[in-house]
Every structure is written in structure tokens, then in C-alpha cells.
């Protein structure tokens, strides 16, 4: 069984370089789980992606800083 569905894991996806990986990857229709630590810009990358256009995009607020 294969799976043709593509799937972009992104960080620091809402600036720089992350954010334009996102932007080609979505008009690619590929789903896209977003990274970034600044909640309200990932949540404003994600909602213009509904399901209907092929793909699905998921938004997660955490940061990647190793911190002890």
C-alpha cells in the first residue's frame, strides 16, 4: 500500500525562510504542520488554507530552544 499524500514538517515557520517554505509547499498542496514559538503569526499562515484546496495545514505553538 502506498501513500501518495505529502506531508512538511516546518519550523520557524512563521518568518524568514520557514514562512516562504510554507507558502511554496501550500500552493504545492502539500499539508503542512507548522513550527514556531510566536502562536498569533502561525495561526494567521494557517487559516487561508482550507481543506477543500487539496490540502490540510496544522499550526503548533512550541518552542525549540534547548533550555535547562
Same mark, same amino acid.
Given at each position: 500500500?502506498?501513500n501518495?499524500?505529502?506531508?512538511? /514538517?516546518?519550523? =520557524?515557520?512563521?518568518? =524568514?525562510l =520557514? ?9 504545492d ?11 498569533? !503569526?502561525? !495561526? ?9 484546496? =487539496? ?8 518552542? /525549540?530552544?534547548?533550555?535547562?
Amino acid at each position: 500500500m502506498t501513500n501518495k499524500r505529502k506531508i512538511a /514538517l516546518i519550523t =520557524g515557520a512563521s518568518d =524568514g525562510l =520557514g514562512k516562504a517554505l510554507a507558502t511554496v509547499f501550500a500552493q504545492d498542496k502539500v499539508s503542512l504542520i507548522s513550527v514556531d514559538r510566536r502562536k498569533q !503569526y502561525l !495561526y494567521e499562515l494557517t487559516i487561508p488554507s482550507p481543506k477543500s484546496s =487539496g490540502f490540510q495545514a496544522t499550526a503548533l505553538e512550541f518552542s /525549540l530552544d534547548k533550555k535547562t
